[in-house]
């Protein structure tokens, strides 16, 4: 016997939307870790007005930001929504929620890395 389960409009929005998130946290996720090496290889070059390090840098750090507000709100809409229908599971969100919290660690990482390097100019 077959079972067909009907999938919501709403429940594969969300899916798309979890899709997005887990692919801008694993493009955040990946450039600040580039960036971070960068701040360590560079150090005061990256300060400078025409560092080609800078040039991948900073751009890093807005799109960091983004997807962790994005990530953020999609996730927090999810649980409302979930919880709401009384359907939540720990499953349906593990990969996003791990992939913030090492995007935040990573971020966490590139604050002290880069503070490190102002403070010893």
Not at 9 to 24: E, H, N, Q, S
Request: aromatic share 14%.
């Amino acid at each position: 016997m077959e079972i067909n389960q009907v999938v919501s409009k709403t429940d594969r929005i969300f899916g798309y939307l979890k899709l997005i998130a887990r692919i801008t946290l694993s493009i955040s996720s990946t450039l600040l870790l580039i960036s971070t090496v960068l701040l360590l290889v560079y150090k005061e070059q990256c300060f400078s007005l025409h560092s080609h390090a800078g040039d991948i840098i900073w751009p890093t750090i807005i799109i960091s930001i983004y997807s962790l507000l994005y990530s953020f709100i999609v996730i927090s809409v999810f649980v409302i929504y979930k919880t709401y229908q009384r359907n939540l599971t720990q499953a349906s969100i593990k990969k996003e929620t791990l992939l913030f919290i090492l995007t935040g660690l990573l971020v966490t990482i590139f604050y002290f890395v880069n503070s490190y390097n102002v403070s010893n100019l």
